[in-house]
C-alpha cells in the first residue's frame, strides 16, 4: 500500500516524526500497524491512550467488564460518568477523542479458546493486560503457534513485570519459562486482595507501549525472551534472561 501522509498526520506527528529512528517512513508503519490488546485495565488503558497518540492504524480492544468505582484511581481512560458502562466502548470513545483516525475495534467478550479464532489473524502484535494467568497462558500459547509478537505485563502493590516474546524465533521461551500454570495463583495479580498504587499500572503500561513501538518500527533492543522487573517503591529495575524449557 503507498501511503502518503497528509499535512495534518504530518503536524499531528511531527514531535516523533523528528526522531532520525522514526521519520516519515516510520510514520507509516505505525499507521499500518494492526495491534490487539486484551484487558481494558490498568495497563490496557495506558497502552491503548500511547499507542492511538502515536498514531497506530488498527486498535482492537477486548474486556468483557464494566466500569466500576475502585477501577478510578489507575485505569485512566474512565471517570466517575463511565461507572457501569462497557469498558471497552468507553474507551473507544475517549480514543477517538485522541485520534478519529485510528480504526478502533470493540470485542466486549471474554478471551478464550473459542473467541480468540475470529479476531487472532487481524492482528499483529498482541498486548497481554489481563489480570488472571488462565488468560495469560492462552494468549501465550495461541501468539506463540501463530508466530505473533507479544508484551505481556503484570503489577502488584509497587512492583511490576513485563516480558516480550517474538514467535517467529523459534528460539524464543514463552511465559511458561518463568511461571508454571499448576504452581501460580491468580491472588498476586488480583488488586482487589493485594492492591496497586496508580501509578504503577500507568507506567508499566506505558512500557508495554514502548515495546510494541519498538518492534513496529524496528529500532532499539526490545526484551524478547527478558523479563524487566521493576521495583517502583524503591526504584530498583532488574533484567533477567529466561531460559527456554524443553517442553514448552
Partial sequence: MNLKLN???????????????????GQK???????????????????????????????????????????????SLYDFQDIKKSKVYTAKKKLKRINSETKINCYKIRF???????????YDYFVDGSDNFKTKFLINDFCKVSKKFLVTASINKFDGHIFS????????????????EKEVSDDILNCEYEGVLGTVAGI??????????????????????????????????????????KNV
Fill in 165 to 180: 516474546f517474538d514467535f517467529k524465533n523459534k528460539k524464543t521461551p514463552c511465559i511458561r519459562s518463568f511461571f508454571q
Fill in 29 to 75: 508503519k505505525i499507521i499500518r500497524s494492526k495491534v490487539l490488546i486484551i484487558g481494558m485495565g490498568g495497563l490496557g488503558c495506558s497502552v491503548a491512550e500511547f499507542l492511538t497518540r502515536a498514531g497506530v492504524g488498527s486498535l482492537g480492544i477486548v474486556d468483557s467488564d464494566n466500569v466500576d468505582l475502585s477501577n478510578l484511581h489507575r485505569q
Fill in 112 to 122: 478464550n479458546e473459542k473467541s480468540y479464532s475470529k479476531i487472532i489473524n487481524k
Fill in 7 to 25: 499535512n495534518s498526520q504530518i503536524e499531528k506527528f511531527s514531535r516523533q516524526i523528528i526522531l532520525k529512528n522514526v521519520g516519515t517512513e
Fill in 204 to 245: 508499566v503500561g506505558t512500557l508495554q507501549a514502548n515495546e510494541v513501538l519498538k518492534k513496529i518500527l524496528n529500532i532499539g533492543t526490545n526484551l524478547n525472551g527478558n523479563i524487566l522487573i521493576l521495583d517502583l517503591l524503591n526504584l530498583n529495575f532488574r533484567k533477567v534472561k529466561l531460559k527456554k524449557l
